[in-house]
C-alpha cells in the first residue's frame, strides 16, 4: 500500500516534480524525399542521430550508424557509407555545423557530383532541442546499398 505522501506525489504533474517529459526531448524533423516525391515530418528524440530518426520511422534513409570519428585514442571507424547523404536547409546550416573531416572526405570521394554546402551524412548528425524544426533534403540521387548481394 502506497503512503500518503507517495499518492500525493503521483496526482502532481510530471512537470511540477522537475521530470523530464518526452515532450521536453523530443524535436520535429522534416525529410523530403526525393525518389518519393513526398515531404515527412517526424519526432525526433534529442540525442538520436538523423539516420536514428528516419529509420525509427521507416523512411527510405539507408546507411550504417556512424561510430566515433577515427583518432589514435578510440580508434573509431567513423562513417562508412554515403546512403544517407542529405542536404540541410540553410537556416539549419549553422546550428548543425559543418562536416567532420572523415564525412566531408567520404562526402567528396563517394558522392562528389552531389555534393552541396550544406551537405551530411545523417549518421553523423546529433539532435539538439535548437534543431526543432529541422528540414533535410534526401536527394533522389542516394543509392541503395541494401538490394546488392
Given at each position: 500500500m502506497l503512503s500518503r505522501a507517495a499518492r500525493a506525489a503521483w496526482k502532481t504533474p510530471v512537470s511540477t516534480r522537475g521530470l523530464a517529459t518526452v515532450a521536453e526531448n523530443t524535436i520535429n524533423c522534416t525529410f523530403i524525399l526525393g525518389k518519393q516525391?513526398?515531404?515527412v515530418t517526424v519526432p525526433g528524440m534529442v540525442g538520436w542521430t538523423l539516420l536514428d530518426t528516419?529509420?525509427?520511422?521507416?523512411l527510405?534513409?539507408?546507411g550504417c550508424a556512424s561510430d566515433a570519428l577515427w583518432d589514435y585514442y578510440t580508434f573509431g571507424d567513423g562513417?562508412?557509407?554515403i546512403e544517407d547523404h542529405v542536404?540541410?536547409?540553410k537556416e539549419f546550416t549553422d546550428i548543425v555545423?559543418?562536416?567532420q573531416e572523415q564525412e566531408l572526405t567520404l562526402l567528396t570521394v563517394s558522392d562528389?557530383?552531389?555534393?552541396t554546402p550544406t551537405s551530411r551524412l545523417a549518421a553523423c548528425i546529433k539532435l539538439t532541442k535548437e534543431m526543432d524544426g529541422?528540414?533535410?533534403l534526401v536527394p533522389e540521387t542516394n543509392p541503395d546499398l541494401t538490394k546488392y548481394a
Amino acid at each position: 500500500m502506497l503512503s500518503r505522501a507517495a499518492r500525493a506525489a503521483w496526482k502532481t504533474p510530471v512537470s511540477t516534480r522537475g521530470l523530464a517529459t518526452v515532450a521536453e526531448n523530443t524535436i520535429n524533423c522534416t525529410f523530403i524525399l526525393g525518389k518519393q516525391k513526398k515531404r515527412v515530418t517526424v519526432p525526433g528524440m534529442v540525442g538520436w542521430t538523423l539516420l536514428d530518426t528516419a529509420k525509427h520511422h521507416r523512411l527510405p534513409v539507408h546507411g550504417c550508424a556512424s561510430d566515433a570519428l577515427w583518432d589514435y585514442y578510440t580508434f573509431g571507424d567513423g562513417p562508412s557509407s554515403i546512403e544517407d547523404h542529405v542536404v540541410i536547409s540553410k537556416e539549419f546550416t549553422d546550428i548543425v555545423g559543418p562536416p567532420q573531416e572523415q564525412e566531408l572526405t567520404l562526402l567528396t570521394v563517394s558522392d562528389y557530383e552531389n555534393l552541396t554546402p550544406t551537405s551530411r551524412l545523417a549518421a553523423c548528425i546529433k539532435l539538439t532541442k535548437e534543431m526543432d524544426g529541422l528540414v533535410v533534403l534526401v536527394p533522389e540521387t542516394n543509392p541503395d546499398l541494401t538490394k546488392y548481394a
